[in-house]
């Protein structure tokens, strides 16, 4: 089935936030972000922009109703600045005006006066400087300290990653339109529907039923809308509340990049023990996570990477700390893989430095440690893995010691170009690591005409999920997916959710739909009963027929309804779903806090231009654990698009900030993300299609996060093909791989190559 | 007043002919299927399409509205996502359906805008030129696969076109919607496409505008309000001429109108398979050869060429006309040897001879619809292995676009050899001054000018020894 959207997205008729007919007398904001990163704001002038025509009213943190405060774990972050700004465009006003061009005009007239304090960009000094977010936290197997004396190799070393701009197509938006009894409808681009509702509620102190958020769906997400959607709901919000009017606000791209956070940068170190056969005996790491000026979602976060210290491997004894580290750039959040693909790319760059150092191939190492059923994580839970499974189906579906043998010929013939080659496999724990968060609800109700709405607490963000959703009603209830409409997502339908994300929705939410229309059916399946004079268990709802003994009847679903209306036996229902038998205790770190892991292998190749540094991503082509599909073109879908967003991670998409705590990388001119040229020549996915029994919705594993990290092997192919060139080239573990760092590791150069900031960014916006 | 055809309705507007056309077609028209992405022409959300009389063909090419001007849709035909709509999905969107080629939906309309600009171009519907019409789009969710395999479909729909106007053909093929094919007479009542001011006198401009690609970028806010002068639609300023062994481009012609012209073809080939690396095709579509002069940025694509080519600019203030050598146009960061009246009424070059050779060069961090890191161009003739002659242009490595006049002169009259090479890399790192910023530090530009160099050699002399070259 495809995409039920699909139709309406192409023909421009589906609506986003912006797109929302106005209601008369909307007015329009926008926000004033910090100039500088860190500092005392001495003065705010707003004398000019308030007189600029067309302002209504700007908004500071003394108009605050509630309280100003949008942090979601840790009560860390204020809605607009009091008196401190913690970095580079965090909100200090928020001017309301009847133009957006208006609000705009006014915000470039805002001048602050701010006493700059030392800034901070680099977690490792933060950590040095004891500015953490959260305690640090360790997860242990075995006895490591033990453990390294019976290592036959020991291979130390260091790893880092650096963020990644979510870019999103349609920027974050909210649009809050009073109702009476001093209510709020609030449409948003949010993956978080309550949490835009709770921090609306905190910031205005007033109660979270008198305020309505709405999601019709989402320009892209990719966890960039999960907790950073709030502050603009809060700011709107806060406006509409006070002035009883219509207020809009849609982020400039450049406002969105600016103000906004990203993946994580961490800077890790490693050490790496094996014995001689190569197998791994201890496993330490430090990860240090630059978290940004606040916690937003970083504890979560950083608690994920601990999860995926290990990656898709078996170690017997592992030491994994990780530190949270409060720098002075805007709080970074989630983004797809939520940590974990950090820490795979450690782990990965652990394997090819002992590569390296011994003189084998990576994937004998590898394929050497792959996790089995039974073994255990760090984390206590024990593993039923598709590990292997999926990568000795990988080496032989797509040949992998014939691609070796081409890469190794056309590296002997070419001179100037070199091919490289990496295996990347991946196991990805699901589920909400706080286990509270793993439970949904939903509502269906079928009218009396037999036509079916479905209401969950899923947001569509593109990922398919309201597709999933329908069929999920449409098979249970076995009636045509014509029958059913999905609803947008609002708090007034489905309270207290939890945010898409997690790769989870599907699941929760799909098993909440299921639920709910399991009660529906049986309820039908009663009155069917009644009707025909039969027994319950002889009863069967089957492609919209009534069936008694499996054979048709004068009722078909129309018709049963209708009798279950007349009989008044209710048609809806209100179902919710909590994911069983996961639990976390985080005093001793152990516990089963996954319902099941996503497997895979991808091999990926790279050619490598090595006169100018330039390099082409040939092919990705992987084995997938899906479980059993109940949407394969939906999940092909973010298979093809996750790979693609990895690869970007790892190669084109170089996040810039200066020694100041500006956002160099501020535009689309200057962050770029893959385009339709620099996608691999191919993509092949193999789904691994499997029997055992698993939590996931329909048995159809979850899909969206996993494979991001297949995009990390090619990181390591772009470092063979460097080592093809030169041998000893000195290249380290330091993502993304830019044809600079590509050039430099093929030439080493004597002098550093140090980003100082210099040339001006473009300019448009107050925040620069 | 501006007046032009909106999908199947004639419209004019009083807005500033500065204001720009996204924000009439989805403010003033509310047609939201156009989507806003970045404002810069970096995304392709806000594809649209502009239809425009030449000669006797009504021609197609696909604009980001965020970057266009009212003033320059001024008498032509205007198509967003809904005018190509019709009863169920087009074929076009239906090959976006069945490929799953839509996920959150957000690019979509764009991408569908720059397919239907394919299926009305004049292009053959080869899988290059379908992949080549989506090239200005980006997508941040499907990966493009599914994309992809839907452009080659709908090249797939275009298989029988042969010599048919494609604005008959798929409005016979239903498609796009039948109107299509009444559009060229249409156009005929309404006033001509022309030079427009926004509302005041030419003399009183402050500012001139070709494309718009670059100034609504810089300075989008003053744009739309401030007394503009527009260029694109001068008539007077079109056209690729030959005059004699010389090509003249007017001051209005875009990239795509210099590239797709019999003289470029048939007396400049070698210019082709570069196109591909200078930003994408609907900024080609929109943005002039003179724009990117002016705009003076340091590493503008076609500035290096035409450094290389030794360009002479025509110069007019309304009142005199004058010449000037491109390479004496740079003064400083931004500040050039003209004054602000003057525009470039035609640029024109010295065809290469036969024997010449040429060559560009250009590495940024994604290879198309990227700004260079360092780029550079060169002009080479050889006799046997002596160098003859030789222009070099090296972008990104200086405050401004640089031609490298000691370089040039170090390698003619000298044997074409590795160690020539060498030297003269060495002798192009005196010449320039680049600094750190967000393309590159300065280490990494000066290795990669030096690497730029060789790969001109190795590219029109390939009998070198690259090994030996790069040692």
């Known amino acids: 089935m495809k995409n039920i959207d699909s139709g309406n997205h192409t023909t421009g008729r589906s609506i986003y936030v912006d797109d929302i007919p106005l209601v008369a007398g909307t007015l329009f904001g926008a926000a004033f972000g910090s100039p500088v990163a860190h500092g005392h704001i001495e003065h705010l002038h707003l004398a000019d922009a308030a007189a600029h025509p067309g302002v209504v009213r700007i908004f500071t943190y003394q108009d605050i109703t509630g309280e100003n405060q949008i942090g979601g774990i840790i009560p860390d972050e204020p809605l607009l600045a009091e008196h401190v700004v913690d970095f580079c465009g965090m909100p200090i006003a928020f001017v309301v005006a009847t133009s957006e061009a208006a609000a705009h005009a006014a915000v470039r007239k805002i001048k602050v006066d701010i006493t700059p304090l030392p800034v901070i960009t680099d977690p490792r000094e933060a950590h040095a400087q004891g500015e953490l977010i959260v305690p640090p936290r360790t997860f242990r197997l075995g006895d490591p300290d033990a453990a390294w004396s019976q290592c036959a190799h020991i291979i130390e070393g260091r790893a880092d990653s650096n963020g990644q701009e979510h870019l999103y197509i349609e920027t974050q938006a909210a649009y809050a339109i009073p109702e009476e009894n001093e209510g709020l409808k609030i449409y948003s681009s949010t993956q978080s529907p309550t949490a835009s509702q709770r921090a609306a509620s905190r910031v205005l102190g007033v109660p979270m039923h008198q305020l309505e958020v709405d999601v019709i769906r989402l320009g892209g997400g990719f966890g960039g809308k999960e907790d950073q959607a709030n502050a603009w709901v809060a700011l709107v919000a806060l406006a509409a509340h006070i002035l009883r009017k219509p207020v809009k606000y849609v982020l400039h791209r450049m406002e969105d990049m600016a103000m906004t956070g990203k993946r994580h940068p961490y800077s890790t170190d490693f050490r790496l023990g094996l014995d001689k056969d190569l197998k791994f005996v201890a496993f330490e790491a430090d990860y240090y996570q630059n978290a940004g000026a606040a916690a937003d979602l970083s504890p979560a976060i950083m608690e994920r990477t601990l999860f995926h210290a290990t990656s898709t491997y078996f170690v017997p004894n592992v030491r994994a700390t990780a530190y949270s580290c409060r720098t002075h750039l805007p709080p970074n959040t989630a983004f797809r893989g939520f940590g974990g693909p950090q820490a795979k790319f450690v782990m990965e760059s652990a394997i090819n430095q002992a590569a390296e150092q011994l003189g084998v191939e990576a994937e004998v190492i590898q394929k050497k440690n792959l996790n089995k059923t039974g073994d255990e994580f760090p984390y206590g839970q024990k593993a039923v893995s598709e590990a292997r499974a999926c990568w000795t189906r990988a080496e032989e579906l797509y040949n992998l010691e014939t691609l070796k043998k081409e890469v190794a010929s056309f590296n002997a013939q070419s001179p100037m170009v070199k091919k490289g080659l990496a295996l990347m496999p991946i196991c990805f724990g699901i589920s909400f690591t706080n286990t509270s968060m793993n439970q949904a609800r939903a509502l269906v109700h079928v009218y009396y005409d037999g036509s079916v709405k479905v209401s969950t607490g899923a947001v569509e963000m593109g990922q398919g999920v309201n597709t999933k959703m329908l069929q999920v009603a449409a098979r249970v209830l076995s009636i045509s997916p014509d029958k059913v409409r999905l609803q947008t997502t609002s708090t007034n339908r489905i309270a207290n959710t939890s945010p898409t994300a997690a790769s989870a929705a599907a699941d929760l939410n799909g098993k909440a739909v299921q639920l709910a229309c399991e009660a529906i059916a049986g309820r039908l399946r009663e009155v069917a009963a009644l009707e025909l004079n039969a027994t319950v268990d002889a009863i069967e709802l089957k492609n919209e027929q009534v069936l008694l003994h499996g054979k048709p009847t004068e009722l078909d679903w129309k018709k049963l309804v209708t009798a279950t209306f007349l009989r008044r036996v209710s048609l809806s229902e209100h179902a919710h779903y909590a994911t069983p038998d996961v639990h976390f205790d985080k005093r001793t770190e152990k516990g089963h806090p996954f319902a099941y892991h996503v497997y895979g292998t991808s091999i990926n190749t790279v050619t490598v231009d090595c006169l100018r540094g330039t390099y082409t991503v040939d092919a990705v082509r992987a084995v997938h654990d899906y479980g059993q599909s109940m949407n394969p073109a939906v999940d092909r879908g973010q298979i093809e698009g996750g790979i693609v967003q990895g690869i970007g991670w790892m190669t084109m998409e170089e996040l810039l900030y200066d020694k100041t705590g500006r956002l160099r990388s501020n535009t689309l001119s200057t962050y770029k993300v893959p385009d339709l040229y620099s996608v691999p020549a191919e993509i092949a996915i193999e789904p691994l299609q499997t029997d055992t029994d698993n939590l996931a919705i329909f048995r159809s594993k979850a899909v969206g996060e996993p494979p991001l990290m297949y995009g990390i092997g090619t990181y390591f192919a772009l470092r063979n093909a460097i080592k093809a060139f030169n041998p000893t080239s000195p290249v380290g573990f330091d993502a993304p791989m830019t044809p600079e760092k590509v050039l430099l590791a093929l030439y080493p150069q004597p002098t550093p190559a140090v980003t100082e900031p210099h040339e001006p960014s473009l300019s448009r916006l107050a925040t620069h | ?471």
């Open chain 2, 1 to 471: 007043m501006i007046q032009f055809i909106l999908n199947n309705r004639e419209v004019s507007t009083d807005l500033p002919a500065g204001a720009l056309l996204l924000d009439y077609i989805r403010y003033d028209q509310r047609l939201t299927g156009t989507k806003i992405g970045c404002r810069e022409g970096d995304c392709g959300a806000c594809t649209v399409l502009i239809g425009e009389p030449q000669q006797d063909q009504l021609r197609y090419r696909s604009f980001t509205s965020c970057l266009t001007p009212l003033a320059n849709v001024q008498g032509k035909h205007v198509v967003t996502i809904e005018g190509i709509n019709q009863e169920g999905l087009n074929p076009i969107q239906q090959a976006m359906v069945d490929e799953s080629a839509t996920q959150c939906g957000f690019c979509t309309p764009g991408f569908v805008m720059s397919l239907a600009g394919l299926c009305l171009s004049h292009h053959a519907p080869t899988p290059q030129h379908a992949l080549a019409a989506i090239d200005g789009n980006i997508c941040r969710c499907t990966g493009y696969k599914s994309i992809e395999r839907a452009a080659l479909r709908v090249a797939g729909l275009l298989a029988d076109r042969q010599d048919t106007d494609p604005a008959e053909f798929v409005a016979q093929q239903q498609i796009l919607p039948e109107y299509f094919a009444g559009i060229k007479a249409r156009l005929q009542n309404l006033p001509a496409p022309n030079g427009h001011s926004n509302g005041q006198a030419a003399a009183q401009a402050i500012q001139t505008v070709g494309g718009g690609t670059d100034l609504y970028v810089q300075k989008h806010a003053e744009m739309v309000e401030s007394a503009n002068r527009f260029l694109l639609n001068n008539t007077g300023l079109k056209g690729i001429t030959l005059e004699g062994t010389r090509c003249v481009i007017g001051g209005a012609a875009t990239v795509t109108d210099m590239a797709e012209s019999d003289v470029f073809k048939s007396h400049f080939p070698a210019f082709r398979p570069f196109l591909k690396l200078v930003s994408s095709t609907p900024i080609r579509n929109m943005a002039t050869v003179a724009g990117n002069f002016v705009n003076a940025s340091p590493i503008g694509d076609l500035t290096i060429i035409f450094l290389a080519l030794d360009a002479t600019l025509t110069l007019n203030d309304g009142v005199s006309s004058r010449t000037l050598p491109l390479r004496q146009l740079y003064q400083g960061y931004k500040t050039l040897a003209k004054t602000a009246d003057e525009t470039i009424a035609r640029i024109s070059f010295e065809l290469p001879a036969p024997a010449t050779r040429f060559n560009f060069e250009k590495v940024s961090k994604r290879t198309h619809l990227d700004i260079a890191s360092v780029n550079s161009a060169c002009v080479l003739a050889a006799d046997g292995h002596v160098v003859t002659a030789a222009s070099f242009s090296a972008g990104g490595v200086g405050p401004v676009p640089m031609y490298l006049p000691k370089t040039s002169a170090f390698v003619v009259g000298k044997p074409l050899t590795e160690a020539l090479i060498q030297q003269a890399v060495a002798v192009a790192q005196t010449e320039i001054s680049p600094i750190s910023d967000a393309r590159g530090t300065e280490t990494y530009k000066r290795l990669l000018l030096g690497q730029l160099l060789k790969g001109h050699f190795l590219a029109l002399f390939p009998h070198l020894n690259a090994l030996e070259l790069v040692s």
